[in-house]
């Protein structure tokens, strides 16, 4: 095991554990990771709408990729200066 790790053991509910296992799979994870995402954005309100923003970036981005129409590139970067200014002022 690497130096800077430490095992602990903790009491998890059911209902929780069978939420962190379906979470982890959906992202292609394994449990302990997606425990350790979870204990770091704890205190982040923000973390789920930063992750909403940036689909929907990823999302323009994609379709405008595929249709090549540039009014969704410029929805695109209209969005991605929003979650900058977000970002930004949630960190201060």
Known sequence: ???NKQRKTVWIPNDMVDEIKRD???RDTDFSKE???RL???DDA???LF???TQTVINLCMEAMNTGNEET???AQEE?????VKTLISSK
């Open 1 to 3: 095991m690497e130096q």
């Open 24 to 26: 982890a799979k959906a």
């Open 35 to 37: 425990v350790n995402r």
């Open 40 to 42: 770091k954005h704890r």
């Open 46 to 48: 923000n973390y789920p």
């Open 51 to 53: 992750l909403a923003k």
């Open 73 to 75: 590139i410029r929805r």
């Open 80 to 84: 991605a200066k929003k979650l900058w």
